[in-house]
């Protein structure tokens, strides 16, 4: 009994958390997504999908002067690193990010438009409304709140 105990607490020593937090702030005129990584190893190629068309208000990309959104667009522009990004057309609700490896503590930022087509203030996203879009990686996922946050949790750092 007392190895499986000694094998449980080795097991647990050498893992820990690999956390993937993606906050969205509105702002005018542009949105910010700011993605930040809280793991105690450095992570290969990561895909994320961030989903708005989970939400119930309604949210889309409004990145052209045409198509589905209203008043003020913004194309995406990387603010803060870089990644590969998915095309994003204006109207649409999901939006896939291919990060280069990452590195514990490491932020990058975002900006973009987004509008919600469920009420009166379209051209206005607050984090409330951001509750209920889902970001993805493989396997994992995980639900914004409404404060306009989503944290997925990564397999485990081994080392």
Same mark, same amino acid.
């Given at each position: 009994m007392r190895y499986l105990t000694t094998l449980?607490?080795?097991?647990?020593?050498? =893992?820990?958390?690999?956390?993937?937090? @993606?906050?969205?702030?509105d702002g005018a005129p542009k949105d910010r997504f700011t993605l930040s990584y809280a793991g105690s190893c450095a992570l290969e190629e990561t895909t994320v999908v961030i989903d708005l068309g989970t939400a119930?208000?309604?949210?889309?990309?409004?990145? =052209?002067?045409?198509?589905?959104? @209203?008043?003020v667009y913004q194309p995406l522009e990387w603010v803060q690193g870089s990644a590969k990004t998915s095309d994003v057309a204006d109207g649409d609700t999901a939006l896939t990010l291919t990060l280069a490896s990452w590195t514990p503590g490491e932020v990058r930022a975002f900006t973009i438009d987004i509008d919600d087509t469920t009420s009166n203030r379209q051209i206005t996203v607050d984090g409330s409304e951001m509750a209920g879009a889902t970001l993805r990686s493989g396997p994992h996922m995980a639900q914004f709140d409404a404060s306009g946050a989503a944290t997925l949790q990564l397999d485990p750092c081994t080392s």
């Open positions: 449980a607490l080795i097991c647990a020593a050498s =893992t820990s958390a690999a956390d993937l937090t @993606v906050s969205f702030r119930p208000a309604g949210l889309i990309f409004d990145t =052209t002067s045409a198509g589905a959104g @209203v008043e």
